[in-house]
């Protein structure tokens, strides 16, 4: 899959983790040892995998804490550029397993079914929780992706020009990032696409 280096994803995804330790903590002090404990501990385990995976988690880890041992090694980094000469915001290929987004799927099926959201601030989780679902298994343009493999395979690339015909599937991919992750709020749909222009 592809994941863009992007703060408004970076963030959203990040917002998972409380409302997830949350309901285990409920889960878990309500005694009996249940399947929805079980479905989102799992999610968590998967929530984290993901994140280890992250561009930006890659960046600030090695940034704030460079002798601690990453948990694998983050995507080479790179600029990258449109035909023109543009500044583009990068998008990196990460593998992620069809355990990992089953687990995560399934947490947001318990989280969207109804009577199952909590109504004390967390109205929005399986919302945010669906985008971020949706950004994840968005299928990535094969052209676009076999070069940022390619980059990937050579190591650590400086900068990146795209060709035209892929820099189009580059365009159309991050414009349905964009509008996965801010749609509803105009707004932040504008601040947001103003990134990838």
Same mark, same amino acid.
Request: hydrophobic share 55%; proline share 0%.
């Given at each position: 899959m592809l994941v863009p280096d992007d703060p408004v994803f970076y963030a959203k995804f990040q917002s998972l983790e409380e409302p997830l330790l949350r309901h285990l903590y409920r889960l878990h002090h309500a005694g009996a040892d249940s399947d929805d404990e079980r479905v989102i501990a799992d999610a968590y385990d998967?929530? +984290?995998? +993901? $994140? $280890?995976?992250l561009p930006l988690w890659a960046r600030w880890h090695t940034e704030d804490a460079p002798a601690v041992p990453a948990a694998e090694e983050p995507p080479p980094r790179y600029t990258l550029y449109s035909v023109c000469g543009d500044e583009l915001t990068s998008v990196y290929p990460i593998e992620v397993s069809a355990a990992d987004l089953g687990h995560l799927t399934a947490c947001l099926d318990l989280f969207a079914?109804?009577?199952t959201e909590p109504p004390d601030g967390e109205e929005r989780l399986a919302d945010v929780f669906r985008r971020v679902m949706e950004v994840l298994l968005l299928p990535p343009p094969s052209g676009l992706l076999n070069i940022l493999r390619f980059v990937g395979e050579q190591g650590s690339a400086v900068s990146v020009t795209l060709p035209a015909e892929h820099e189009q599937e580059y365009q159309r991919f991050c414009e349905k990032v964009v509008t996965i992750l801010s749609s509803g709020d105009t707004f932040a749909y504008r601040s947001h696409r103003a990134m990838y222009l």
């Open positions: 998967s929530w +984290v995998q +993901v $994140l $280890l995976k079914g109804a009577g």
